[in-house]
């Protein structure tokens, strides 16, 4: 999707959309980590945690990646995950929200 146009407030939508998405996720897995604390019983309890969390880590880095080359892709998944409703997405192009919702029925 290297050929894409961006306007400038395509661009801010893009990224109001993602950083929106971000937040989600992260307080989403905000509440899983609190009950995780919660139910901590020993030092295994407090390594799962932290092997949770660098798994969490790896793959937030990378699916969150802001590069207007790869960003309908991105958008596309962040819709199929539910991190973004459509909604989200008013502001952009007709082109890319057909190109992002065709993305999102198609992967998985």
């Known amino acids: ?17 993602f950083d929106l998405a971000y937040q989600r996720e992260c307080a ?3 509440s899983k980590l609190k009950e ?3 139910d901590v019983k020993g030092p295994a309890d407090i390594w799962g945690i932290h092997d949770f969390l660098s798994e969490q ?10 590069r207007y ?17 459509k909604a989200d997405l ?7 929200i057909e190109k992002i919702k065709y993305l999102a029925a198609m992967e998985g």
Request: aromatic fraction near 8%; hydrophobic fraction near 45%; avoid cysteine.
């Open 69 to 85: 080359s790869v960003l309908v892709f991105v958008l596309a998944r962040l819709l199929k995950e539910r991190w973004l409703e």
């Open 36 to 38: 995780m604390v919660a």
């Open 57 to 66: 880590r790896k793959k937030t880095d990378e699916k969150y990646d802001f």
């Open 28 to 30: 989403t897995l905000a």
């Open 1 to 17: 999707m290297n050929g894409l146009k961006w306007s400038k407030i395509e661009k801010a939508v893009a990224r109001q959309a």
């Open 90 to 96: 008013d502001g952009l192009g007709e082109d890319k």
